[in-house]
């Protein structure tokens, strides 16, 4: 099985900077598609960056030119680069990865979630 594990939360002040990392471990064959989510209370989870294994990128408009996503298939890891935070950021960060895993003599696609990592930006 696979398991998603992140890092890098944590609090900081408005103008700030995070990274945040997501390591992918299990019997891995290849990560398909990684992304960032966040949830802020009392809100839906929203998307906040995406990366294909083809290098296809996407990032909602509110983080465009201050987040930065990026991946590293030989750690099996991705990344969320946060600059010039603002409070509006704070919320728990999730990442979802599709990945494709050996079971047995078969590999099997399939989503996965990290438990989340809080970051929580001030004023």
């Known amino acids: 099985q696979v398991q998603l594990v992140e890092s890098g939360g944590g609090l900081v002040q408005a103008g700030g900077s995070l990274r945040l990392s997501c390591v992918a471990s299990?019997?891995?064959?290849?990560?398909?598609?990684m992304g960032w989510y966040r949830q802020a209370p009392g809100k839906q989870r929203e998307l906040v960056a995406a990366?294909?294994?083809?290098?296809?990128?996407n990032y909602a408009d509110s983080v465009k030119g201050r987040f930065t996503i990026s991946g590293d298939n030989a750690k099996n890891t991705v990344y969320l680069q946060m600059n010039s935070l603002k409070p509006e950021d704070t919320g728990v960060y999730y990442c979802?990865?599709?990945?494709?895993?050996?079971?047995?003599?078969?590999?099997?696609?399939?989503?996965?979630w990290g438990q989340g990592t809080q970051v929580t930006v001030s004023s």
């Open positions: 979802k990865e599709k990945i494709t895993y050996y079971s047995g003599s078969f590999r099997v696609t399939d989503d996965y």
């Open positions: 990366i294909t294994n083809g290098g296809s990128i």
């Open positions: 299990g019997s891995i064959s290849r990560l398909n598609a």
